[in-house]
């Protein structure tokens, strides 16, 4: 039992003052922190899998030749011929419009507007996914396929320029659930030296349970209580105040809708992770309340 039973008459022997020491206030900052921390990761992580999951199976074919009749006709018949390989999920050719909105952005001028951006000489790109495990059998067979219907393009992977993104990510999503461990190990240190020093501080109380035929178990009951109350009314604290920082980031994060920030997102499972995880730290915190509890007490008497 995470918070065991004590008849009522013994709960006077450490009064119950909620949240008057430092316990409660110290177990919940390491809890918002400890939330946030796994928040971040979470949405980290997910982030850098959706990358992943992007661009591990999509390359960009970009035709240049000069020529635009030319290169648009090798756009086409490659678009033709990649479409129906069977090592070829989808093909898709990046229309002009897009690349000058896209361009645009960079120029702070609309397409259509500007002279000179619409008079660039844009290459032809083809985006091809590709289906099946085998990326080395199909990158050949794709090398092949360009070289004979558009000789001279470039086959641009985008797990190469997206990869690193990809990994930078991955490595802060590991970096936060490190940080969750050493704040959970913290949080369980403060419960240690909270114990500690409740026993100090009730020697006199102890050794007066233990003359009138008090156990081990019954003094450990007894202040494991106060101590998991004082953890559990803490990590309320903390958990309510990261539940409001986090919706408030939500409602916020809600407005994006493009770039590599809207891949990140909690998703069900971390959700249910960050729900679990203060009914995790008060299990926790009893349990280590009380095997330091235990081991104490056969050191007084």
Known sequence: MIIPRVPVQHRSLLPDRRLSGPTPWVIAILMLLTLLAAAAGV???????????AIADRVTV???????????????????????QPYVRSARAVGRDELLATLGQWFGSAAGDDPVLESLPLPALVDIDFAGPDRADQMRALRALVAKEAPGARIIPHAEWLGPVARLIR??????????????LA?????????????????ATIEMLHLIGATDRQITRLFQRRIAIDTAYGIALGTAVAAAILLLIGWQWSGVTAGLAATASLGTAGWALLLALPLLAIALAALTARQTLLAALKKIL
């Not at 949405?43 to 999951?53: K, P, Q, T, V």
């Not at 009749?69 to 490659?78: C, G, N, P, S």
């Not at 490595?171 to 959970?184: E, I, N």
């Not at 949080?187 to 020697?203: D, E, N, Q």
């Open 43 to 53: 949405g980290l992580a997910r982030s850098a899998n959706a990358i992943g999951d």
């Open 62 to 84: 970009q035709i240049v030749t000069a020529n635009p009749e030319m290169r648009a006709e090798q756009a086409a018949a490659l678009l033709d011929r990649a479409a129906a």
């Open 187 to 203: 949080s369980a240190a403060i419960v240690i030296m909270t114990a500690r020093a409740a026993l100090g501080t009730h020697y």
């Open 171 to 184: 490595s802060l999503a590991w970096v936060a659930g490190a940080m969750v461990v050493l704040m959970t």
